[in-house]
């Protein structure tokens, strides 16, 4: 990596093994600022997901199918809360291996009202089960993002099914890889041992500490890969994992012959607003703190976003000859996507620029590359969340430098900014973009495969005609 020892890499840098202190040091202490900043900030990216991202997405399909998917978002989000509770908060935030954590926190275990999670800052926490209900909301709108790539055309008893063994194969192992770490009191606390050994065999036995420490972390992580609020492990994650589903599904009954338009760009605007209020959430909550690191990242949500709306507008608006409503809302939604792995590391004309390069990048994706190989992704979840992720990861590691404004990467063996070295940092930004697409996009084309099997995938061509609301939920959207 770029930097000596990046022990600050962002969202999930605060896992669950971070949480007693040496008995040479003091009792990290709950504050109370944090923890009601934290828990605001959970139930706006809850907002996000639903009413959110269903609204915006089932504003996008035709009105037979509008019940559908926003049955298929909110299933997903009750599924997976469940399964968090269960499991998945230990198999992402516990120690185990690099790829995936254990269960001594299955049936959150030992997780209570007193239980601590580090922040940022060294001995300053937050309440554990805050921290396990902010992560429960990723862990859910992650997989709610791949809906709408087989919107329309996929049976509510697959999605049924793909979505647990999505969240568990897929999503909680890349968690773990880019996100779990010892955390900043540990490294703390083994640093400040190691400077009070008084002899060699005390620092050999230290050092051998403070190894271990740093050793405990996810893979991806180790690499030194940087990742503030989720570019990788949920929109590159769920992006490739849709664009494999669409593949594999195939287009929907008419795709390229019938018009498909969206029945009601009004409900996704209201959607697209929300995303973008939840937000703030989503990013400058995965500060942790409500410090000038969570005005940093809401300031970046702010200006990126706007930039990244206005580059897809304008860029539309020169090559078609009209802007439409559509492409500000992907727009914003490419910016928010882009900046969210880099909101709490940029400064804010860096995150500008980014929206304005992802705005008009993801346009050619979403109409330029998608018109020439084929593919029916319904909403395009590829080519805003796939191609957004990579260019907000790849630009973090650009944008992170103090140099240009950045604010660089803490290494807490030095309580110090640590040294910017651009070929490093690619490298390792690298790794984690690759890492989750071969992870994500294999894994996910095995998991398709095995629903089909046990289930089938897809939907008949007379119930696709008809729409799945009447024929999958017996409802409609609409009775006029």
């Not at 740093?214 to 991806?220: F, L, R, T």
Request: glycine fraction near 12%; proline fraction near 2%; charged fraction near 10%.
């Amino acid at each position: 990596m770029t930097f000596k020892r990046p022990y600050s890499a962002g969202l999930a840098a605060l896992a669950v093994g971070m949480f007693a202190a040496t008995a040479a040091c003091a009792e990290p202490t709950i504050n109370k600022g944090d923890n009601a900043w934290m828990l605001t900030s959970t139930v706006l990216v809850l907002l996000m997901t639903i009413p959110g991202l269903a609204l915006f997405y089932g504003g996008l399909v035709r009105s037979k199918n509008m019940l559908s998917v926003l049955m298929q978002v909110f299933y997903t989000v009750c599924i997976v809360i469940v399964i968090w509770a269960l499991y998945g908060y230990s198999l992402a935030f516990t120690g185990g291996s690099d790829f995936i954590g254990g269960f001594s926190k299955a049936f959150l275990m030992g997780v209570t009202t007193d239980s601590k999670a580090a922040t940022f800052s060294v001995d300053a926490n937050i309440s554990e089960l805050v921290y396990v209900c902010f992560q429960m909301t990723f862990a859910a709108i992650t997989p709610a993002l791949i809906v709408g790539a087989f919107a329309e055309r996929m049976k509510f008893s697959a999605v049924a099914l793909f979505i647990p063994l999505w969240v568990t194969l897929i999503y909680f192992p890349i968690a773990h890889m880019v996100w779990y770490w010892a955390g900043p009191d540990a490294i703390s606390d083994a640093v400040k041992a190691l400077a009070a050994a008084g002899d060699a065999a005390a620092k050999a036995a230290a050092q051998a500490k403070l190894d271990e420490v740093n050793a405990d972390a996810g893979w991806i992580f180790k690499k030194g890969a940087i990742d503030f609020a989720g570019g990788t492990v949920v929109h590159i994650n769920a992006g490739i994992a849709g664009l494999v589903g669409a593949l594999l599904i195939g287009k929907r009954v008419g795709y390229g012959r019938e018009l498909m338009a969206p029945h009601s760009l009004t409900m996704s605007m209201i959607g697209a607003s929300l995303l973008w209020v939840g937000w703030f959430g989503f990013n400058a909550g995965s500060n942790l703190e409500a410090s000038g690191g969570a005005a940093l990242a809401m300031t970046n949500s702010f200006v990126a976003t706007a930039a990244a709306a206005l580059s897809w507008m304008f860029a539309e608006w020169i090559i078609k000859g009209h802007p439409s409503v559509l492409g500000a809302l992907s727009g914003a939604v490419a910016g928010l996507v882009a900046v969210t792995p880099a909101a709490g590391y940029s400064g804010p004309m860096g995150a500008i620029v980014l929206g304005l390069v992802v705005g008009v990048v993801c346009l050619f994706f979403c109409t330029v590359v998608k018109n020439a190989l084929g593919y029916d992704d319904s909403l395009d979840v590829f080519g805003v969340h796939c191609i957004g992720g990579i260019i907000g990861a790849l630009g973090t590691g650009i944008l992170v430098n103090p140099a240009l404004g950045g604010a660089g990467i803490m290494d807490y063996t030095t309580g110090k900014i640590a040294d910017y070295d651009l070929v490093a940092q690619m490298t390792s930004q690298s790794w984690g973009v690759l890492t989750t697409l071969v992870w994500s996009g294999v894994g996910s084309a095995i998991l398709y495969k095995v629903v089909d099997v046990i289930v089938g995938l897809r939907a008949n061509v007379e119930t696709e005609r008809e729409g799945l609301d009447i024929t999958e939920h017996t409802e409609r959207a609409y009775n006029m």
